[in-house]
């Protein structure tokens, strides 16, 4: 379970940061695209050592949108900063409760890194669910 619900804004790495957004429709495919780009955005500014915890990370939040809100639209971001990675992803599922029991396996993974995530909930009708993960470097 997540245990800090807002995340904290973090600093650039350097001038020049890793910055990715990506927009998906909700369905299964969207799980391979999502880990395709993750991958390919990583390797190309020199941080590959986070493509495992990421490529999971991002195959789970695309999976838990297909599962819980299949027809929409779904955003993955990754950003480089000075203590390491942030993975984000927004969807419009209506959360209830503190975190999403299904993501066992993302929950698992981030803090065997050493990493933070959480669910943030707005009441925005485009983005009702924010997911946060924080790895450090």
Same mark, same amino acid.
């Given at each position: 379970?997540?245990?800090?619900?807002? %995340?904290? /804004?973090?600093?650039?790495?350097?001038?020049?940061?890793?910055?990715?957004?990506? @927009?998906? *429709?909700? +369905?299964?495919?969207?799980a391979g695209i999502a880990r395709s780009a993750a991958s390919a955005?990583?390797?190309?500014?020199?941080?590959?050592?986070?493509? %495992?915890? /990421?490529?999971?990370?991002?195959?789970?939040?695309?999976?838990?949108?297909?599962? @819980?809100? *299949?027809? +929409?639209?779904?955003?993955?971001?990754?950003?480089?900063?000075?203590?390491?990675?942030?993975?984000?992803?927004?969807?419009?599922?209506?959360?209830?409760?503190?975190?999403?029991?299904?993501?066992?396996l993302l929950s698992t993974a981030v803090e065997d890194w050493g990493g933070n995530w959480g669910v943030?909930?707005?009441?925005?009708?485009?983005?009702?669910?924010?997911?946060?993960?924080?790895?450090?470097?």
């Amino acid at each position: 379970m997540p245990t800090v619900l807002h %995340p904290p /804004t973090p600093t650039p790495a350097n001038p020049h940061p890793l910055t990715l957004t990506v @927009t998906l *429709p909700a +369905t299964p495919s969207s799980a391979g695209i999502a880990r395709s780009a993750a991958s390919a955005a990583l390797h190309r500014y020199g941080l590959g050592r986070f493509t %495992p915890v /990421t490529v999971l990370a991002v195959t789970e939040l695309a999976a838990c949108a297909a599962r @819980t809100v *299949p027809g +929409t639209n779904m955003r993955i971001e990754l950003a480089q900063y000075e203590g390491g990675l942030r993975i984000t992803s927004l969807n419009t599922h209506p959360m209830s409760g503190t975190g999403r029991g299904g993501l066992w396996l993302l929950s698992t993974a981030v803090e065997d890194w050493g990493g933070n995530w959480g669910v943030l909930h707005t009441h925005s009708p485009t983005t009702r669910s924010l997911t946060w993960i924080d790895l450090p470097h």
